[in-house]
C-alpha cells in the first residue's frame, strides 16, 4: 500500500497503483486490522508501563482511537498537479466514498467500516458483519456496508456468533417487523453490552418520530444527515 498524502489528521491510502495484484482488496483489509491490532496492544502496554500522558488520558475516561472507511473500485490514479509541483495520487467517487465510511463509524460505534465488494474480495482473511444500507451525503443510491470485525477464524467466543446474530435482526428490521428486530436487538445487547451498531438500531426503533417517516417503498437505508 501506499501513504498518499495527510488530512488534517487522516492518512490516505491506497493498495492495486502502481503496482497491480489481485488481492489487494484483502491486503488492505489485514493492514488495517493490524492497525487494529497494535493499537489495542499499545493501550495495554501503555497503561500497564503507567505512561504519564497516556495514563492522564485513561484517567480524564478517552483512550486513543481512530476510525477506518474502506472501499474498493476504479478511481483515476496517477501524478496530478502542474509540471513544477506532483503528486501521485487518486482521485474519484470511490475515493471520496471511503471518507464517509470513515466518519459514519461515528454512528455505529465502529472502527471500521467497508463497501460490499471490498468485503467480497476480502472475506477469504477477514470477519465481517453487514450493518447497514447507508445513502451517503452526496449521493441518492444506497450502498451495502459491513464493519470489519477481525482475521478469518479468529474471533473469540461469544463474539464469533455476532455476524450470524445481527443478520438476522437485521432482517427483522428491514421487513418492517421492529417489534421482532427489537427484541432481537435486545437480546444482543445482553450478550453485548457494547455493540455499537446494536445501539445504533436499538435507538432508530425507539425513534417513533423517525419509524413514522418511512415511506410504504422504502428499502430499508439510513439516509446519512452529515459527513
Same mark, same amino acid.
Given at each position: 500500500?501506499?501513504?498518499?498524502?495527510?488530512? =488534517?489528521?487522516?492518512? %490516505?491510502?491506497?493498495?492495486?497503483?502502481? /503496482?497491480?495484484?489481485?488481492?489487494?482488496? *484483502?491486503?488492505?483489509?489485514?493492514?488495517? /486490522?493490524?492497525?487494529?491490532?497494535?493499537?489495542?496492544?499499545?493501550?495495554?502496554?501503555?497503561?500497564?508501563?503507567?505512561?504519564?500522558?497516556? #495514563?492522564?488520558?485513561?484517567?480524564?475516561?478517552?483512550?486513543?482511537?481512530?476510525?477506518?472507511?474502506?472501499?474498493? =473500485?476504479? *478511481?483515476? #490514479?496517477?501524478?496530478?498537479?502542474?509540471?513544477?509541483?506532483?503528486?501521485?495520487?487518486?482521485?474519484?467517487?470511490?475515493?471520496?466514498?471511503?471518507?464517509?465510511?470513515?466518519?459514519?463509524?461515528?454512528?455505529?460505534?465502529?472502527?471500521?467500516?467497508?463497501?460490499?465488494?471490498?468485503?467480497?474480495?476480502?472475506?477469504? %482473511?477477514?470477519?465481517?458483519?453487514?450493518?447497514?444500507?447507508?445513502?451517503? %451525503?452526496?449521493?441518492?443510491?444506497? #450502498?451495502?456496508?459491513?464493519?470489519?470485525? =477481525?482475521?478469518?477464524?479468529?474471533?473469540?467466543?461469544?463474539?464469533?456468533?455476532?455476524?450470524?446474530?445481527?443478520?438476522?435482526?437485521? *432482517?427483522?428490521?428491514?421487513?418492517?417487523?421492529?417489534?421482532?428486530?427489537?427484541?432481537?436487538?435486545?437480546?444482543?445487547? /445482553?450478550?453485548?453490552?457494547?455493540?455499537?451498531?446494536?445501539?445504533?438500531?436499538?435507538?432508530?426503533?425507539?425513534?417513533?418520530?423517525?419509524? *413514522?417517516?418511512?415511506?410504504?417503498?422504502?428499502?430499508?437505508?439510513? /439516509?446519512?444527515?452529515?459527513?
Amino acid at each position: 500500500g501506499i501513504r498518499e498524502r495527510y488530512v =488534517g489528521d487522516a492518512i %490516505v491510502a491506497f493498495f492495486g497503483a502502481p /503496482v497491480v495484484f489481485p488481492d489487494h482488496a *484483502a491486503k488492505a483489509c489485514i493492514a488495517c /486490522v493490524e492497525q487494529i491490532e497494535s493499537i489495542e496492544r499499545l493501550r495495554v502496554e501503555w497503561w500497564e508501563a503507567r505512561i504519564p500522558w497516556y #495514563v492522564k488520558i485513561r484517567e480524564n475516561g478517552l483512550d486513543l482511537q481512530f476510525r477506518i472507511g474502506l472501499t474498493t =473500485g476504479p *478511481a483515476k #490514479v496517477g501524478n496530478f498537479g502542474s509540471r513544477a509541483v506532483k503528486n501521485y495520487s487518486m482521485n474519484g467517487d470511490i475515493v471520496n466514498l471511503a471518507s464517509r465510511l470513515e466518519g459514519a463509524n461515528k454512528v455505529y460505534g465502529t472502527t471500521m467500516l467497508c463497501t460490499e465488494q471490498t468485503y467480497l474480495e476480502a472475506k477469504e %482473511v477477514v470477519e465481517a458483519r453487514e450493518v447497514d444500507l447507508i445513502v451517503v %451525503v452526496g449521493k441518492q443510491q444506497p #450502498v451495502k456496508i459491513y464493519e470489519v470485525l =477481525g482475521r478469518k477464524g479468529a474471533l473469540p467466543a461469544p463474539r464469533d456468533q455476532l455476524p450470524a446474530r445481527f443478520v438476522e435482526a437485521l *432482517a427483522l428490521y428491514r421487513t418492517r417487523r421492529f417489534d421482532e428486530a427489537r427484541k432481537v436487538f435486545q437480546a444482543l445487547l /445482553v450478550t453485548y453490552p457494547d455493540d455499537g451498531p446494536t445501539k445504533t438500531y436499538l435507538a432508530r426503533l425507539d425513534d417513533a418520530e423517525y419509524i *413514522a417517516s418511512l415511506p410504504a417503498d422504502w428499502n430499508g437505508s439510513w /439516509v446519512a444527515s452529515s459527513k
